[in-house]
């Protein structure tokens, strides 16, 4: 292959990657917005507009623990961290300069975390499972080609 073959397809993976990242930060945000009025309901007992079961607001009670919420923020914090180096490396693809690697690894890191966290909390569905693996699939793919390109400059 190419450089320039190869870098076509390294910068179709980026930029798919910059895209399911950028999708992935706003759905954590909006989480995160979402605990926190739900749990501000859930204090002030305003939960009648939710039509939420006693069962149900103790669940969700448990779900918002510090942890909980803690992982939210770090996931969002590291899906940013994600675009910023897939824009750093587009730049550097047009530079005609080495990528680097490092926003695909911590994309794989992420990607298994989830899937540990997940299934230790047991939520593990088939649509998350699949979710996961496409970006883990999707993370490998750009690795190859970063160092594919590094090798062909």
């Known amino acids: 292959m190419t450089y320039e073959e190869t870098a076509k397809s390294f910068r179709t993976s980026n930029i798919i990657i910059i895209v399911l990242n950028i999708l992935s930060l ?3 945000l909006i989480s995160l917005l979402g605990l926190f009025m739900t749990n501000q309901a859930i204090k002030q007992g305003n939960t009648d507009q939710y039509n939420l079961s006693a069962r149900q607001i103790e669940i969700i009670k448990q779900a918002l623990t510090p942890l909980s919420l803690t992982i939210i923020i770090v996931a969002i914090a590291i899906n940013l961290a994600i ?11 047009n530079q005609e300069t080495a990528v680097t690697p490092i ?7 992420l990607s298994a975390i989830s899937v540990i966290n997940t299934t230790l ?5 088939i649509l998350s499972l699949g979710i996961q693996a496409a970006f883990i699939i999707l993370y490998f793919y750009a690795i190859q080609k970063a160092r594919a390109l590094v090798k062909l400059l």
């Not at 675009?83 to 693809?93: A, E, Q």
């Not at 926003?103 to 890191?109: Q, R, S, T």
Request: positive net charge; charged residues 5%.
């Open 26 to 28: 706003i759905l954590g």
């Open 83 to 93: 675009v910023i180096f897939c824009f750093i490396n587009l730049s550097r693809l």
């Open 103 to 109: 926003p695909y690894y911590i994309g794989l890191v």
């Open 121 to 125: 909390a047991g939520n593990l569905s």
